[in-house]
């Protein structure tokens, strides 16, 4: 499967306009392009927890920095953000 060619944000403040806050490990952070990501798992029709996973952990270290020893928590986070969008639509 091919992925869609994301738009890049224009400028500093579109990149934050794309900014959404998620709980990782009991810390609240903001992640770039993260409805983006979502929505191209959407499309791309990827199923299972662990594959949905991997490829938002994939997609979001693209524009935001995750400690190695973190991926663990914001794959968990992710996916459960994931799930909730989903349940939403």
């Known amino acids: ?3 869609k060619k994301r738009e890049k944000p224009c400028c500093a403040a579109e990149a934050m306009r794309r900014i959404r806050r998620i709980e ?4 609240v952070v903001g992640l770039a ?11 791309r029709g990827i199923t299972g927890e662990t594959a ?3 490829e938002l952990v994939r997609q979001i270290k693209i524009y ?3 400690p190695k020893e973190a991926e663990p928590l914001y794959r968990a986070a992710l996916l459960l953000a994931y ?3 989903v349940k939403k639509r």
Do not use: P
């Open 83 to 85: 799930q909730n969008e």
């Open 52 to 54: 949905i996973g991997d």
């Open 64 to 66: 935001n920095y995750i």
């Open 33 to 43: 392009m993260l409805d983006d990501a979502f929505q191209d798992v959407i499309d």
């Open 1 to 3: 499967m091919e992925t």
């Open 24 to 27: 990782v490990g009991g810390v």
